[in-house]
Each structure stands twice: as structure tokens, then as C-alpha cells.
């Protein structure tokens, strides 16, 4: 899918109040298991109904978990490139191997760090594999189309309420620059990932020239904060009261493609 801006628009704040709801007593989630189905009956079980323009954010893991997506790390042949990877980070060589299959391209590999890109084209440390809320010895590469996971699940939900809706898959990842982790969209439906203001005019009635807001990134990140990085046990959160209509799209219009910078414009790479 090509990357396109969305529309310019202003958002209007004036009366805007956002509500964000964690959906509790969600099950562990295991391969086979029907997601959107288990969403929709945990959203009844905590007596909530979906609205238009509600945004749904959904954790990474509890995806790959439902489709399959699991790796048992015994079981992993290591090739020669795995094993000198290992030498550099002082990582297993089964999980470099992982982290190999998982990635397009090694961008840094030291002590403690191996920075890819993954097969969808995200920078991040170690192709985004995790062993997080895994049973032990397993892990969990990201989803493989995290944008049709979305997609199926709003489609399910859409239908069910009657209404339309959002949804972003989202993952825990760190920023160059700067310490410390925050939840970051890998896969949307119902919304552009980013919202193009170029165009646009501040207070001083000055033109915007180069603004561009990663949206779907800041839902995740409020979501991220109700989600914990341990063991909370919220994999899903509600976000209600945002004003999408300046990015809202149709189920399969978005991608998060939108959100990868061109390799052309990677001053940092």
C-alpha cells in the first residue's frame, strides 16, 4: 500500500475530554484462540458497548499469541552468523538466530544491543522479539500483517455494535536519543497512523510547513500507560472522547506504512 498524507484539518479541542478505559479479566491468550471474539465478550463482561470513534488499542503479543506466531527457542538451529552475534552482544545464539529470521537488516550489534529492522521495516532492538508474558522458553516475534490483525478485529466489533470504530496494535519500544521505553502503533485500521497539518496556520496565522503528528503513536503511548510494562494484565485499553474525524479512514484505507520514513529521507541510519 502507498503512503499518503491524510487530511488537513484543525482538531477541535474546545470541548474535547478523553477517557481511557482498561478492559480488565482478559484471559491468557493461546494459539487458535478467537481474539475478536474474546474482545467482545470481555468489552460485555466489563459492561461496556463500543461507540463511533472509539479507539481500541491492543498489545502486540496477545496477537502473535492468538495467530500462532510463537517460537519454542529449543528448537531453533543456529547458523554461523547467529553465533558470532552472539560473540558481539553477549546474547543466547538461539535468540540471535530469532532475532535474524525476524529482521530485513542488522543495524547495530554490540554488548547488549542489537538494533534491526524488521521484515515490516520498524527500527527497533532485537526485531521486536519478546519473551515478555510468554510461558518460559518461548517468545514472540511481532504480528506478520499487524494492519489485517487490526483490520479482522474491527471488522468483527464494527459489526457487532453498529458501529465504526478504530484500532491500533501496539508494541513497547525504546527512542534513539533518549532512555526509556513507550508504546508505539505497529498495525491500524479505521485510522491513519499519522495527521498531516501542513498547511495549516498557528496562533500567529503562520503557515505549517513541515508538521506532521505521529497519531496513532500518542494513542498508543496513553494506552501504554495503563498497560504496564509487567505483570498488570491489561492488554487492551479503550480510548474514548478522541476526536478522529480529521484522520478517520475505512477499514483498509490506513497502513502503517504512512508512518516508516523513506530510507531517502533516514539522515540517521
Same mark, same amino acid.
Given at each position: ?33 478467537? %481474539?475478536? $471474539? ?5 468489552? +460485555?463482561? =466489563?459492561? *461496556? &458497548?463500543?461507540? #463511533?470513534?472509539? !479507539?481500541?488499542? %491492543?498489545? $502486540? ?5 492468538? +495467530?500462532? =506466531?510463537? *517460537? &519454542?527457542?529449543? #528448537?531453533?538451529? !543456529? ?191
Amino acid at each position: 500500500m502507498t503512503k499518503k498524507s491524510t487530511v488537513n484539518n484543525y482538531v477541535n479541542c474546545d470541548n474535547m475530554s478523553i477517557e481511557l478505559i482498561p478492559i480488565k479479566n482478559i484471559p491468557l491468550i493461546e494459539e487458535n484462540d478467537n %481474539l475478536s $471474539e474474546i474482545i467482545y465478550n470481555s468489552l +460485555e463482561d =466489563n459492561d *461496556i &458497548k463500543l461507540q #463511533d470513534n472509539d !479507539v481500541l488499542v %491492543l498489545a $502486540e503479543t496477545v496477537v502473535s499469541k492468538a +495467530e500462532g =506466531n510463537i *517460537i &519454542k527457542v529449543d #528448537d531453533v538451529e !543456529v547458523t554461523e552468523e547467529a553465533v558470532e552475534m552472539s560473540k558481539l552482544s553477549s546474547k543466547d545464539a538461539k535468540l540471535c538466530q530469532i532475532i535474524l529470521d525476524n529482521s530485513n537488516d542488522i543495524l547495530r550489534c554490540q554488548e547488549g544491543l542489537i538494533i534491526t529492522e524488521t521484515k515490516h521495516g520498524f527500527i527497533c532492538a532485537n526485531s521486536g522479539i519478546d519473551n515478555s508474558n510468554c510461558r518460559e522458553g518461548y517468545v514472540t516475534p511481532l504480528p506478520v500483517n499487524p494492519d489485517k490483525s487490526a483490520q479482522e478485529i474491527k471488522g468483527f466489533l464494527d459489526e457487532k455494535y453498529d458501529c465504526d470504530i478504530a484500532v491500533i496494535i501496539s508494541d513497547t519500544q525504546g527512542r534513539a536519543w533518549r532512555v526509556g521505553a513507550i508504546g508505539v502503533a505497529i498495525g491500524v485500521s479505521g485510522i491513519h497512523p499519522c495527521t498531516d497539518f501542513r498547511g495549516c496556520y498557528d496562533l500567529y496565522n503562520q503557515e505549517l510547513q513541515s508538521t506532521i503528528e505521529a497519531t496513532s503513536d500518542e494513542l498508543a503511548s496513553a494506552a501504554s500507560l495503563l498497560m504496564g510494562q509487567s505483570d498488570n494484565g491489561i492488554c487492551l485499553v479503550l480510548i474514548r472522547g478522541y476526536d478522529s474525524a480529521f484522520s478517520k479512514c475505512s477499514i483498509d484505507e490506513s497502513s502503517i506504512d504512512e508512518i516508516i520514513r523513506d530510507k531517502s529521507m533516514d539522515a540517521f541510519r
